[in-house]
């Protein structure tokens, strides 16, 4: 077997059975001590994800050359915790070689993968030594890159500035950097100023403001890539979109970007099918959700959990029961997101013996430890059954540290339940562990006037000036022809003569016919 065809083989390998004869043949032959059919064997049995036998291959190469041992990198970045890197790039350093622009990226991403900045900066001193700097945008971006992980940003900028050549990669590196570091404003300027977008750079801004709580904000750059037809949306671009839209409510914007998934291979995406039944699920329409559901062939876990939360949110507590069942019976095993989808299905039916007896397998036949979210669930689902002496010895007994979450939720069921001592306990505990949410004072004032004791209804009501504590006003969100206009209490803003504005002020209108049993509190 010669050489040339042994390379044609390995370029149309298909298979691990395949690349093993291939192996064999060229170890037969002879011909696996030579360097680049070595490396070509490494590298394929890298894509297999065969790391063991990857690393026996690269031992068996006599005097390894600097690709070679950028393969071994690659194959570490892979498959190990990203030290293990670095660790074979300082090797090939100490044995004399000297690094190539491709190891050094090897190495800075490592670096960044890390966050270890001290070791980053020794490979950018390096890249300067051996005069690597120019050697396309390649080192750049992934020194911006390194910086950006590491939170330093303004070193990051530096780096972009400096560079010479800067192609679409470079911009996304550095918004993308200024989208870790939570400065989205900058992210978004630069965003506007890149010469040419693509699917990456699209993606990373829309993914940003999903992330950073501004689903508005990406569904508006969502309309802007439609309409500039600048480029087509990716899986994972399409499920931040759909999770943005679950979010506000955009059903119209979320049932258009249904069609389109139904029109290209997308609809093929289970992720993507998952991403809409739950945006189905979060605006309302569980129907449309199911019958997604039902259309899956292979269901991945995130698949059913998302069906049973849709089920138990929207107070089918039984049917989630059964989609659960249904799992179990399908061999795919529960995790921890799953069971909270349980919980809070036994929680909305309160199917309280069911919600003991999920919880309690948890532990016992899964060998899930139960997780903040999921004391949470019980304490509501006991809390709703009237059940708070029981809630609060739950919470007495948790391994981990309660939340502010969930004294609030025994507050609340406490205060229905008129059980004004434990409702004292939980309204403290809120109070010492998120001393700045106003919800849980009105809360409280509301209860010792219920209780008639009004001298600490006055001073809890003191207590939130004193701490110049607002009530935050409430927020609504109404999707008109694809556009999302978001709206504050008493806010001023939408302009008079307009559609949502005339809406608005008609309700008003009908809202003020008979207001003589409302009556409104000053907070502050």
């Given at each position: 077997m010669k050489r040339s065809y042994c390379h044609f083989l390995l370029q149309t390998c298909r298979n691990l059975e395949q690349l093993k004869q291939i192996h064999a043949q060229a170890l037969t032959q002879g011909l696996h001590h030579l360097q680049n059919l070595s490396c070509k064997i490494f590298n394929t049995y890298t894509k297999f994800n065969k790391p063991i036998e990857a690393y026996n291959v690269f031992n068996q190469i006599q005097n390894p050359d600097i690709v070679s041992w950028t393969c071994l990198i690659s194959l570490h970045l892979n498959t190990d915790p990203p030290f293990e890197a670095l660790l074979v790039f300082s090797k090939l350093c100490s044995l004399g070689l000297k690094p190539d622009s491709f190891s050094v990226v090897g190495a800075l991403t490592a670096c960044g993968r890390s966050e270890n900045l001290g070791h980053g900066k020794a490979v950018h001193g390096m890249i300067y030594r051996h005069e690597l700097v120019a050697s396309g945008s390649i080192v750049g971006n992934a020194l911006i890159d390194m910086y950006s992980r590491n939170g330093k940003i303004k070193v990051a900028q530096m780096v972009f500035?400096?560079?010479?050549?800067?192609?679409?990669?470079?911009?996304?590196?550095?918004?993308?950097?200024?989208?870790k570091c939570n400065d989205l404003s900058s992210a978004r300027t630069l965003f506007d100023k890149i010469p040419e977008r693509n699917s990456v750079s699209w993606t990373a801004m829309i993914t940003g403001y999903i992330q950073g709580g501004k689903p508005i904000e990406a569904l508006e750059i969502f309309q802007k890539m439609k309409s500039d037809g600048s480029d087509h949306p990716t899986a994972v671009m399409t499920v931040a979109v759909l999770s943005g839209c679950a979010d506000i409510g955009a059903l119209d914007l979320g049932q258009f970007i249904h069609g389109y998934v139904m029109k290209t291979y997308l609809n093929l995406d289970v992720t993507v099918k998952n991403a809409l039944m739950d945006m189905y699920c979060k605006s309302g329409s569980l129907e449309s959700a199911e019958k997604i559901f039902e259309e899956i062939s292979t269901k991945d876990n995130f698949s059913w959990t998302t069906m049973i939360l849709g089920f138990a949110v929207h107070g089918s507590g039984k049917r989630a029961l059964e989609v659960f069942s249904e799992m179990l019976e399908s061999g795919d095993y529960p995790n921890e997101v799953t069971f909270v989808a349980v919980l809070s299905a036994c929680s909305h039916a309160g199917l309280v013996n069911e919600g003991r007896r999920w919880f309690n397998c948890m532990l016992e036949m899964y060998h899930l430890e139960p997780k903040i979210e999921h004391y949470g669930c019980m304490v509501d689902l006991l809390g709703r059954a009237g059940l708070v002496e029981e809630a609060k010895v739950l919470i007495e007994?948790?391994?981990?540290?309660?939340?502010?979450?969930?004294?609030?939720?025994?507050?609340?069921?406490?205060?229905?339940?008129?059980?004004l001592e434990i409702a004292l306990l939980a309204g403290k505990k809120v109070v010492e562990l998120e001393p700045s949410d106003d919800g849980v004072y009105v809360l409280l004032w509301n209860m010792y006037c219920s209780a008639n004791q009004?001298?600490?209804?006055?001073?809890?009501?003191?207590?939130?000036?004193?701490?110049?504590?607002?009530?935050?006003?409430?927020?609504?969100?109404?999707?008109?022809?694809?556009?999302?206009?978001?709206?504050?209490?008493?806010?001023?803003?939408?302009?008079?003569?307009?559609?949502?504005?005339?809406?608005?002020e008609r309700m008003a209108q009908v809202m003020k016919v008979d207001n003589s049993y409302l009556f409104e509190i000053e907070f502050y």
């Open positions: 500035d400096e560079m010479k050549t800067k192609d679409v990669a470079t911009w996304t590196s550095l918004m993308h950097g200024f989208i007994k948790m391994k981990v540290q309660p939340d502010g979450i969930i004294w609030r939720s025994l507050l609340s069921s406490s205060i229905a339940c008129k059980n009004w001298e600490e209804a006055i001073k809890m009501r003191k207590l939130m000036k004193d701490r110049r504590i607002k009530k935050k006003p409430g927020r609504s969100c109404i999707e008109t022809n694809g556009v999302v206009n978001q709206f504050l209490a008493e806010d001023k803003t939408p302009n008079p003569g307009t559609e949502t504005q005339l809406v608005l």
